[in-house]
């Protein structure tokens, strides 16, 4: 079991900058695939960010540029790193991990292990 607690959420103004943590806990050392993935109002659930346990990152390619994602495996920690924040990037966000063999894939189907997420609320 793998146990996933995001906070770093907030409201901001549009080209503001949020920095997202996710603290994980359980059989961390299992872990291959970490992801940050978000839900707007209305919206379906959509990837943001992943990154695996060689470091290898992808990005959706609405945040390009403006997002990082990061890991200290030493603190057990995801972080996303949010720079010039548009309304649009109003959500839910939630951080992902999944086991040996899960992959970004695995994780925008839903597998591996959720957090309950972090509200980001970007006004104009």
């Known amino acids: 079991q793998v146990h996933l607690v995001e906070s770093g959420g907030g409201s901001v103004q549009a080209g503001g900058s949020l920095r997202l943590s996710c603290a994980a806990s359980?059989?961390?050392?299992?872990?291959?695939?970490m992801g940050w993935f978000r839900q707007g109002p209305g919206k379906e659930r959509e990837g943001v960010a992943g990154?695996?346990?060689?470091?290898?990152?992808t990005y959706a390619d609405s945040v390009k540029g403006r997002f990082t994602i990061s890991q200290d495996n030493a603190k057990n920690t995801l972080y996303l790193q949010m720079n010039s924040l548009k309304p649009e990037d109003t959500a839910m966000y939630y951080c992902a991990a999944d086991l040996g063999g899960g992959s970004w894939y695995s994780l925008l189907r839903g597998l591996g292990y959720w957090g309950p997420g972090t509200q980001v609320t970007v006004s104009s």
């Open positions: 359980g059989y961390t050392g299992s872990i291959y695939y």
């Open positions: 990154i695996d346990s060689d470091g290898s990152t």
